[in-house]
T-cell receptor, first 113, second 113 residues
Framework: DTGVSQDPRHKITKRGQNVTFRCDPI?????LYWYRQTLGQGPEFLTY????????KSRLLSDRFSAERPKGSFSTLEIQRTEQGDSAMYLC???????????FGPGTRLTVT | GESVGLHLPTLSVQEGDNSIINCAYS??????FIWYKQESGKGPQFIID?????DKRQGQRVTVLLNKTVKHLSLQIAATQPGDSAVYFC????????????FGKGTHLIIQP
């Protein structure tokens, strides 16, 4: 499978715990995006990387959220001190500099209890 | 703030008929638009995109129309099939697609047998 992959697919955590999600983009894509989607809504942009550089962060990305892409390949999204409002689907997408179509992974569904 | 929205939350069509899904956008700086299809429990799937220097673009069974005068985008699906049942999102970008996308809320397309 050469598409975008995300791990884990589902995560249940208790409020106050930290969680980390991983995204592996399509291999030749140098741009990587994180979005959050709640039930019945469209995805909301969080942040994106070009190679290892984080170029843009949404105001939705609070101080409890941090994203990294240290080697310009896979990326991680960490949420510290999770809150019930963090429950959502976290989507990753990737694209190339030549063709800007963003291709999405299957998402990680986070449930904070 | 400026955002992308959809006119109808649910659209029901007969199998074999053509479907038209509409989208209104308000960011006059947007120059890149994409339609995505999302099935339950999956990430958004790229359907077709269009840049602001075009009015129409065709793909396999799909056509996207862009009317910049009234800031309107539409997706036409020809000869709808049961597999077309999904939620459809339009998304826009003022950065040519290189930056984060702004999504609308989605239209749920239901195909009646």
């Amino acid at each position: 499978d050469t598409g975008v992959s995300q791990d884990p697919r589902h995560k249940i955590t208790k409020r106050g715990q930290n969680v980390t999600f991983r995204c592996d983009p399509i291999s030749e894509h140098n741009r990587l995006y994180w979005y959050r989607q709640t039930l019945g809504q469209g995805p909301e942009f969080l942040t994106y990387f070009q190679n290892e550089a984080q170029l843009e962060k949404s105001r939705l990305l609070s101080d409890r959220f941090s994203a990294e892409r240290p080697k310009g390949s896979f990326s991680t999204l960490e949420i510290q001190r999770t809150e019930q409002g963090d429950s959502a689907m976290y989507l990753c997408a990737s694209s190339s500099d030549r063709f800007y179509e963003q291709y999405f992974g299957p998402g990680t569904r986070l449930t904070v209890t | 703030g400026e955002s992308v929205g959809l006119h109808l939350p649910t659209l029901s069509v007969q199998e074999g008929d053509n479907s038209i899904i509409n989208c209104a956008y308000s960011n006059s700086a947007s120059d890149y638009f994409i339609w995505y299809k999302q099935e339950s429990g999956k990430g958004p799937q790229f359907i077709i995109d269009i840049r602001s220097n075009m009015d129409k673009r065709q793909g396999q069974r799909v056509t996207v129309l862009l009317n910049k005068t009234v800031k309107h985008l539409s997706l036409q699906i020809a000869a709808t099939q049961p597999g077309d049942s999904a939620v459809y999102f339009c998304a826009e970008s003022p950065g040519g697609g290189a930056d984060g996308l702004t999504f609308g809320k989605g239209t749920h397309l239901i195909i009646q047998p």
